[in-house]
């Protein structure tokens, strides 16, 4: 069973930068992908930015193009999630979560093991 943890969360204001981190734990780590979603106060939660694990190919949501930028450290089983210029809409509980096969969405539905979430909070 994988367990993943993010951290790095925290409140700043518009235009600043944020740094996530995603710690998975277990012996034998492979995703096919990990990704990044959020949810704000009654909202869906929507996806935000993946990345393939072994070709570290990314994706992002047209929303964060541009601003955030996801990576790994494959040896430290990490991911982490890079975000700058952020804005007020960017307000939300951010989560991590790995997907284990191919899927041509990123629909939070295809992706199992989440972590706990972390707060962001950009004030204006």
């Known amino acids: 069973q994988v367990q993943l943890v993010e951290s790095g969360g925290g409140s700043v204001q518009a235009g600043g930068s944020l740094r996530l981190s995603c710690a998975a734990s277990g012996r034998t780590f492979s995703p096919y992908r990990m990704g990044w979603f959020r949810q704000a106060p009654g909202k869906e939660r929507e996806f935000v930015a993946a990345?393939?694990?072994?070709?570290?190919?990314?994706y992002y949501a047209d929303a964060v193009k541009g601003r955030f930028t996801i990576s790994r450290d494959k040896p430290k089983n990490t991911a982490n999630l890079q975000m700058d210029k952020l804005k007020p809409e960017d307000t939300a509980v951010y989560y991590c979560?790995?997907?284990?096969?191919?899927?041509?969405?990123?629909?939070?539905?295809?992706?199992?093991?989440w972590g706990q979430g972390t707060q962001v909070t950009v004030s204006s």
């Open positions: 990345i393939r694990w072994t070709l570290g190919t990314t």
């Open positions: 979560a790995t997907q284990g096969g191919f899927t041509a969405t990123m629909d939070p539905k295809f992706f199992s093991s």
